[in-house]
């Protein structure tokens, strides 16, 4: 069969098993231990920065035909990444850091590997406020305002001293 061929784009985890990063699992347990705790969010940041997460994908309907004996059936489904909207009608971007999350949420959802700097352009891409992270647990986080703008450009976060601080790269490298 010969026809046009498409290039799909490595997502660049071949060997991805769905499980979640143990730095990643264990910053985020801290993390709810005493989330109001000084940087608490930003050691999070810093290894989310380098983290693979899993952003899922479902079905949605497209459209409905009305069959002979007048029941409806569906014509046509496509695939799509969730966006959760908030009390606040913010709108956020589902992502996971490992599979088990990802299945507790919703079993039948389809794992995406993508970075999480690529989750985050992607969410602002879609217009979300928010990149969430674990959902339904173990343990909510949530990247928004200037750390999700900062996570999507690639910027890098580094601490300073006593402080953290996202810092852009170079122009030109």
Same mark, same amino acid.
């Given at each position: 069969?010969?026809?046009?061929? %498409? @290039? ?8 991805d098993t769905g499980e979640a990063d143990p730095r990643l699992r264990a910053a985020l347990a801290t993390y709810a231990e005493d989330p109001q705790a ?6 999070? !940041?810093?290894? !989310?920065q380098d983290s693979r997460v899993l952003v899922p994908v479902v079905a949605v309907l497209g459209e409905v035909e009305v069959g002979a004996h007048g !029941? ?5 489904? @496509?695939?799509?990444?969730? !966006?959760?909207?908030? %009390? ?11 599979? @088990? ?40 986080? #949530?990247?928004?305002?200037? @750390? ?6 690639? $910027? %890098? ?8 601080? $996202? #810092? ?6």
């Open positions: 069969m010969t026809g046009p061929t %498409r @290039d799909i784009p490595d997502p660049g985890f071949p060997d000084p940087g608490a969010a930003y050691a999070v !940041l810093a290894v !989310l !029941l409806a059936r569906e014509k046509t489904a @496509d695939m799509a990444a969730v !966006l959760m909207q908030g %009390r606040d009608g913010r709108q956020a971007l589902l992502s996971f850091s490992g599979l @088990d999350s990802l299945r507790a949420w919703n079993p039948e959802a389809r794992p995406v590997p993508v970075s999480a700097v690529d989750a985050a352009r992607s969410a602002r891409h879609d217009g979300a406020a928010a990149l969430l992270v674990d959902v339904a647990g173990p343990v909510l986080f #949530v990247v928004e305002g200037d @750390d999700l703008a900062a996570l999507a450009d690639g $910027w %890098r976060l580094t601490r300073l001293e006593e402080r953290w601080a $996202w #810092v852009a790269a170079a122009v030109g490298e």
